[in-house]
C-alpha cells in the first residue's frame, strides 16, 4: 500500500489522479491534497477520498474550508494553510509517492522538497523542472528519488527507452528523440488572424481537455517549447537530438529512434489517465479507465514540421535551452506574466512572445546553479515582463 500526496488535486490532472486512484484502493491511499481556491472541489474531494491532510494553499480561502467542515462527516481532517504547507505535506513519511500537478512556478518549491526526501515524484509540473532544471535533477539524484514523468510525451518517451532507463541518464543508443505536438486550435488559422483570438478560443484544445494556463501554452506551441526543456534535463539530450513534430490526431504520444533506425513510438487515446496510471503503476501497469484504442477509427495519422514563424514561442524556447544558466527560467516566467496578462484580456494573443522575447534580451544566460539565483531570476523577469506590458499598454 502506498500513500499518495496529490499537490494541485482539484486541476484537471489532479482530477484524472483521483480517478485512478479510486481505480486501486487495494494499491494507493490518499494521504493529502492540496488545492489553491476551489475549496468546494477539495471538500467534495476530502469527502470521497478520506485523506488525512487537506492544504489550503491560498490562505485567504481558509476559513471558508474550514467553516464547511463543520459539523461534516469530515471535521477531524488536519487542515493547514500557506505555500509551506505544501512542503509539509509532500515530504510527511506516509508519504510514498508526490503527484506534482499544480501550475505554474508556484509548484516548485513543493516539488523540490518531495524531490530532497527522496519521494517518488510523478511531475506533472513542468514548469517547475523548467525553471530550476540543474538543481531539480541534482536533487533526484542526491537523495535517490524516483523522478517519472507524468507529461504524456515524456511519459511515452520513458516507456520508449531501454530496459533499466531511469530518468536523468542518457540513453547511449537512442540517437534522437522525436517529440510530438498536436499543433493546438491554431494550426491551419491565417496568421494575421492570430491578433485578435480571444482567450476562449485559444483555451479550447482540439484534443486534450486541460487547465487554462496550459491551454494557451498550447495554442502558442510554449507548452511544446517548455516541453522541450523538459526532454533535455530527463533524458540528458542535447535539444538538437529533438525533432518537434505536429502530429494532430494526439495518438502517438511521442518517439524514440534508436541507432539501428528502429523508432519506438507509444501510442494510445489522448487521456492523461494512461500516463498518470503508468506511473502510479511502474514498473508494473495496472488499469486506467482508458477506452482501448481503436486503430480503425484513427484510420490514418499525419506527420509535419512546425512553423517556426507561426510560433514564435517553440523558436524562444530553443534559444533559452541553449543559452542555458537563467534562461529558461526567465522563459518561463515572463510565459506565465504574458499568458496571465492575455488571459485577463489586457494583450493580445501575438503579445504573448514579443512579451517574452523582449523580457529574454534583457537578461544574460548566467549561471543556475542555486535556488536562490533560480528564485531571482524568477522574480526578474516578472518584473521585466510586466513592464514591458505597461510600456505595450500605455
Ligand atoms: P489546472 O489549472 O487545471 O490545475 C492547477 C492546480 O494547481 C489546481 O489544483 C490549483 O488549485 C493549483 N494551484 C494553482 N495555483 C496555485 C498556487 N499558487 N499555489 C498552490 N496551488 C495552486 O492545471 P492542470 O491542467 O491540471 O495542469 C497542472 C500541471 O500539469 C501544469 O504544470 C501543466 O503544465 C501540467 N500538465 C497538464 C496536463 C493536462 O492535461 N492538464 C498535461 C501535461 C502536463
Ligand atoms: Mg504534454
Known amino acids: 500500500m502506498k500513500g499518495i500526496c ?20 487495494d494499491q494507493y491511499r490518499v494521504v493529502a491534497l492540496t488545492a489553491n481556491g ?17 492544504v489550503v494553499a491560498n490562505e485567504n480561502n481558509l476559513e471558508a474550508f474550514k467553516a464547511k467542515l463543520v459539523g461534516s462527516e469530515i471535521a477531524d481532517i488536519k487542515v493547514l494553510a500557506g505555500a509551506k504547507a505544501l512542503e509539509t505535506v509532500a515530504t510527511l513519511d506516509t508519504v510514498d509517492s508526490v503527484m506534482a500537478a499544480i501550475v505554474g512556478a508556484a509548484g516548485l518549491l513543493p516539488s523540490l522538497a518531495a524531490a ?23 536533487a533526484v539524484k542526491e537523495a535517490g528519488a524516483s523522478l517519472l514523468p507524468i507529461d504524456s510525451e515524456h511519459n511515452a518517451i520513458f516507456q520508449c527507452m531501454p530496459a533499466g532507463y531511469t530518468t536523468g541518464q542518457t540513453a547511449k543508443q537512442a540517437r534522437r528523440i522525436l517529440l510530438t505536438a498536436s499543433g493546438g486550435p491554431f494550426r491551419k488559422t491565417p496568421i494575421a488572424d492570430l491578433d485578435t483570438v480571444t482567450p476562449d478560443q485559444a483555451v479550447a ?12 501554452d498550447s495554442a502558442t506551441m510554449m507548452n511544446k517549447g517548455l516541453e522541450l526543456i523538459e526532454a ?7 535539444p538538437d537530438d529533438i525533432q518537434v513534430v505536429i ?14 533506425g528502429s523508432v519506438l513510438a507509444q501510442m494510445g487515446n489522448p487521456d492523461m489517465r494512461t500516463p498518470i496510471a503508468h506511473a502510479m ?22 506527420f509535419e514540421q512546425p512553423d517556426l514563424q507561426r510560433f514564435p514561442c517553440l523558436r524562444l524556447a530553443y534559444e533559452a535551452i541553449k543559452a542555458g544558466g537563467i534562461m529558461p527560467t526567465v522563459l518561463n516566467a515572463a510565459n506565465e506574466i504574458a499568458v496571465d496578462a492575455f488571459l485577463n484580456e489586457k494583450v493580445r494573443f501575438t503579445d504573448i512572445a514579443k512579451i517574452i522575447e523582449r523580457s529574454m534580451a534583457k537578461f544574460s544566460p548566467v549561471s543556475a546553479d542555486t535556488l536562490e539565483k533560480v528564485l531571482q531570476a524568477d522574480q526578474d523577469a516578472r518584473v521585466a515582463a510586466q513592464n514591458i506590458i505597461s510600456e505595450i499598454l500605455s
Open 38 to 54: 476551489n475549496i468546494d472541489a477539495l471538500y467534495e474531494q476530502c469527502l470521497a477520498h478520506r485523506p488525512e491532510y487537506a
Open 247 to 260: 502530429h494532430p490526431q494526439s495518438i502517438i504520444h511521442s518517439m524514440v529512434d534508436y541507432v539501428d
Open 281 to 302: 503503476a511502474w514498473p508494473e501497469r495496472f488499469d486506467s479507465g482508458v477506452a482501448p484504442l481503436d486503430i480503425f477509427q484513427v484510420g490514418h495519422m499525419d
Open 232 to 238: 533535455c534535463l530527463l533524458f540528458n539530450m542535447d
Open 205 to 216: 484544445h482540439p484534443k486534450w481537455d486541460m487547465g487554462r494556463k496550459i491551454s494557451v
Open 6 to 25: 496529490i499537490l494541485g488535486a482539484t486541476g484537471s490532472i489532479g482530477v484524472s489522479t483521483l480517478d485512478v486512484v479510486a481505480r486501486h484502493p
Open 116 to 138: 530532497k526526501a527522496g519521494k517518488t515524484v510523478l511531475l506533472a509540473n513542468k514548469e517547475a523542472l523548467v525553471m530550476s532544471g540543474q538543481i531539480f535533477m541534482q
